[in-house]
């Protein structure tokens, strides 16, 4: 299975926004829930947000729910991650991934894309 691509990243001031793009191509990923993880300089890889198959009910962790908007394109295999009030402590590489299934919050696969870098400076 192709890992998928991030990008989107860079640097913003706190308050500012990024929109993060994930093309993550083929019947997997299609028919997947997908996520989108987060990991800080020192810290383990954390999930973020999830979206099902179908682009239904959104998950987010409590620190980024209101802030950040998950959305999905099955038609041209694209993932996106909207994120607004952006705050220092969002500063993490920025991965997606395919979920076990709807409700989890593990990714599916083990390996991973190369992610996209987000700096959040105060």
């Known amino acids: 299975q192709a890992q998928p691509v991030e990008s989107g990243g860079g640097l913003v001031q706190a308050g500012g926004s990024l929109r993060l793009s994930c093309a993550a191509s083929?019947?997997?990923?299609?028919?997947?829930?997908m996520g989108w993880f987060r990991q800080a300089p020192g810290k383990e890889r954390e999930f973020v947000a999830g979206?099902?198959?179908?682009?239904?009910?959104?998950d987010y962790i409590a620190s980024v729910k209101g802030r950040f908007t998950i959305s999905r394109d099955n038609i041209n295999d694209v993932v996106s991650l909207q994120m607004s009030s952006l705050k220092p402590e969002d500063t993490a590489v920025y991965y997606c991934?395919?979920?076990?299934?709807?409700?989890?919050?593990?990714?599916?696969?083990?390996?991973w894309g190369q992610g996209t870098q987000v700096t959040v400076s105060t």
């Open positions: 083929g019947r997997t990923y299609r028919s997947s829930p």
């Open positions: 991934n395919a979920l076990e299934f709807w409700g989890s919050r593990r990714s599916r696969f083990s390996t």
């Open positions: 979206i099902s198959n179908t682009g239904i009910g959104p």
